[in-house]
């Protein structure tokens, strides 16, 4: 299974940054679009981010555009989401997942085979 583990998560006040950290379990993450998800209590998961394995394209859900940016790291497997200016409404579960493809304008799709891992909390309160 494609499984990844998801770090960073933690409480910020509204306003605040965190950067959260994608990593693979048992394999590269090199040659793999990759997604971030999150869900909310109450609410169904929802893509937030994705990029592609060469970093050529990443796209955002509206509501984190120009707060949120996703990276990887490839020489190290790695896939980051920054995420600035952070308000009440991004508080969830964040995960992180290996996608069919990131393209521009359309949800990221997790891929056949694929797992969800336990995610990170974020919690953005005052």
């Known amino acids: 299974q494609l499984q990844l583990v998801e770090s960073g998560g933690g409480l910020v006040q509204p306003g605040g940054s965190l950067r959260l950290s994608c990593a693979a379990s048992?394999?590269?993450?090199?040659?793999?679009?990759i997604g971030w998800f999150r869900q909310a209590p109450g609410k169904e998961r929802e893509g937030v981010a994705c990029?592609?394995?060469?970093?050529?394209?990443?796209d955002y859900r509206d509501s984190v555009k120009g707060r949120f940016t996703i990276a990887r790291d490839n020489a190290n497997s790695t896939v980051y989401l920054q995420m600035k200016s952070l308000k009440p409404e991004d508080t969830a579960v964040y995960y992180c997942?290996?996608?069919?493809?990131?393209?521009?304008?359309?949800?990221?799709?997790?891929?056949?085979?694929?797992?969800w891992g336990q995610g990170t909390q974020v919690t953005v309160s005052s």
């Open positions: 997942a290996v996608i069919t493809k990131c393209v521009n304008n359309r949800p990221p799709l997790i891929v056949k085979g694929g797992s």
């Open positions: 048992g394999f590269s993450l090199d040659y793999y679009a």
């Open positions: 990029i592609s394995s060469s970093s050529g394209v990443t």
